[in-house]
C-alpha cells in the first residue's frame, strides 16, 4: 500500500487578555473538566503563583528556580517526577505561571508526559503575552543550543492578565514589546499605525495601552500560525529582526538582553535589505516613543563575528541566511543576508 492519510489535528486554544483575568481563571480552568489541578509557576511570581494554586485548589504548586536556567532536559525530568508524585492523569490541567522560560518548560512537560496533558498558560512578561506563549511552540535548551528539543501543540488556554506586569521591572516591559512591533512591521500597516498612537501610553505602562497591545499581538501571531498550516513559511514573518537579533544577542552574551537585540536587529536588517529610509525612519521613530534603544553599541560592531553567529543560525540551511523585511510597511519578503550587506548595515 502507498496512501497519503491527511491526519486532522483538531485543537482549539482559548485566549484572554485584559486587567483582572485572574478572578476569572477558576472558570476558564474549570470548562477543562479537569481531573485535578496541578501549578507549575517561577518562583519570581511566588505570591501570584501560590494565590492560583488556591483558587484552584491544586493538588501540587511547584515553583521552578532561576527559569532561564531550568530550561533544560534535567528541569523536564524532575518535573515529570513532581507530575508523578502528585497523581496526574491525562486529565489533570497543568497550569505554567510566569515568563516565557517557564511556559516553554512546562509546555513541552504539558505535552508528553502521558503523551499530552491538557495545559493552561498565565504569561507574566510582555515578551510571554506577545510571543512565546503564543502558538504552540514549547521547548528547552539541550548542548547549550537554546531551543533544541521541542514539541508543537496549543494550550487549551492562556490567560493573559496584564495586572501580572505590575512587579516587571518597567525596562522588560518595554522590551518585550518589541516583539509585536516586529509583527505589525512586516505584517499588519494598520496595526502598526495604532501601535504608534499607543506608543506614549505603552511607553508609561498603561494597562488599557498594554492590552491592546497585547491583543494585536495575539491576532498577528496566531494568523501566522493557523495560515502556515496552507502556507508553509508565513512562519518566517516572526523571525523578522531575529537573524541579524540572535547574533547580536549571542556575541553581547547577556549585555543586551532579547527584545532590545531584536529591535536593533530590525533596524540592521532594514539597512541590510535595502529597506527605503522613509520605512526604517517609522521604526527608529516608533521604538523611541516605546523607550527601547535601537542602536548597537560600538563593542558588538563586529560584522565577521556576527556574520559567524548568523550563519550557524537555526534558520540558516545550507549556507544561506534569511531575513524577513518590509518591502513596504506591513508587507514582508525574504532577503538573503550576505557578509557583504552585514557589514553594510554596521558600518
Ligand atoms: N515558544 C516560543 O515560541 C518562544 C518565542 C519567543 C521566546 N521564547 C522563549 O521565551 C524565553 C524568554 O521569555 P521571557 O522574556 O518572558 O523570559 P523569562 O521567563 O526568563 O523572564 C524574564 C525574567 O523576568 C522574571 N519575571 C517573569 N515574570 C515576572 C513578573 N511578572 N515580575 C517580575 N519578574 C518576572 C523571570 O524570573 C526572569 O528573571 C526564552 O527562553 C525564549 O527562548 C519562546
Ligand atoms: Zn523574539
Redesign the pocket.
Known amino acids: 500500500m502507498d496512501r497519503r492519510f491527511a491526519v486532522p489535528h483538531a485543537a482549539t486554544c482559548r485566549i484572554l487578555v485584559g486587567s483582572g483575568l485572574e478572578r476569572g481563571l477558576p472558570a476558564v480552568v474549570g470548562a477543562l473538566d479537569p481531573d485535578g489541578v496541578v501549578v507549575a509557576f517561577?518562583?519570581?511570581?511566588a505570591r501570584?503563583g501560590e494565590r492560583i494554586a488556591v483558587a484552584l485548589n491544586a493538588r501540587a504548586a511547584l515553583s521552578i528556580d532561576?527559569?532561564?536556567a531550568q530550561?533544560r532536559l534535567d528541569a523536564v525530568g524532575r518535573l515529570a517526577d513532581q507530575l508523578h508524585e502528585a497523581g496526574a492523569t491525562r486529565a489533570t490541567v497543568l497550569v505554567a505561571v510566569?515568563?516565557?522560560?517557564?511556559?516553554?518548560l512546562v509546555?513541552f512537560v504539558g505535552s508528553i508526559y502521558l503523551r499530552g496533558m491538557p495545559t493552561v498558560f498565565c504569561?507574566?512578561?510582555?515578551?510571554?503575552m506577545c510571543?512565546?506563549?503564543?502558538?504552540?511552540?514549547?521547548?528547552v535548551?539541550h548542548n547549550g543550543l537554546?531551543?533544541r528539543l521541542?514539541t508543537i501543540r496549543q494550550p487549551d488556554a492562556i490567560v493573559c492578565d496584564i495586572d501580572?506586569?505590575?512587579?516587571?521591572?518597567p525596562d522588560?516591559v518595554r522590551?518585550?514589546l518589541v516583539?509585536v512591533v516586529k509583527k505589525a512591521f512586516v505584517l499588519d500597516a494598520s496595526a502598526f499605525a495604532e501601535l504608534e498612537g499607543l506608543a506614549p501610553a505603552l511607553a508609561a505602562l498603561d494597562p488599557a495601552a498594554l492590552t491592546r497591545a497585547v491583543d494585536i499581538a495575539v491576532e498577528l501571531k496566531m494568523g501566522v500560525v493557523l495560515a502556515d498550516e496552507r502556507e508553509a513559511g508565513r512562519r518566517r514573518a516572526?523571525n523578522a529582526g531575529h537573524t541579524i537579533g540572535h547574533a547580536i544577542e549571542s556575541l553581547a552574551a547577556g549585555a543586551i538582553?532579547?527584545?532590545r537585540a531584536v529591535a536593533i536587529g530590525l533596524v540592521a536588517e532594514c539597512r541590510a535589505a535595502d529597506v527605503p529610509a522613509a520605512i526604517v525612519d517609522r521604526l527608529l521613530r516608533l521604538l523611541t516613543a516605546l523607550g527601547v534603544a535601537s542602536d548597537l553599541p560600538r563593542a558588538f560592531a563586529d560584522a565577521a563575528a556576527l556574520w559567524e553567529l548568523a550563519r550557524r543560525d537555526k534558520k540558516a540551511v545550507r549556507g544561506s541566511v534569511p531575513m524577513f523585511v518590509p518591502r513596504a510597511l506591513g508587507e514582508g519578503v525574504v532577503v538573503e543576508l550576505t557578509p557583504e550587506s552585514l557589514a553594510q548595515a554596521l558600518a
Not at 517561577?42 to 511570581?45: L, M
Not at 510571543?131 to 521547548?139: M, Q, R
Open positions: 517561577d518562583r519570581a511570581v501570584i532561576d527559569a532561564e530550561k510566569g515568563g516565557g522560560s517557564v511556559t516553554d509546555g504569561p507574566t512578561t510582555t515578551l510571554a510571543d512565546a506563549a503564543i502558538g504552540g511552540k514549547n521547548g535548551d537554546k531551543n521541542g501580572w506586569l505590575r512587579t516587571l521591572p522588560l522590551e518585550g516583539e516572526l538582553r532579547h527584545g
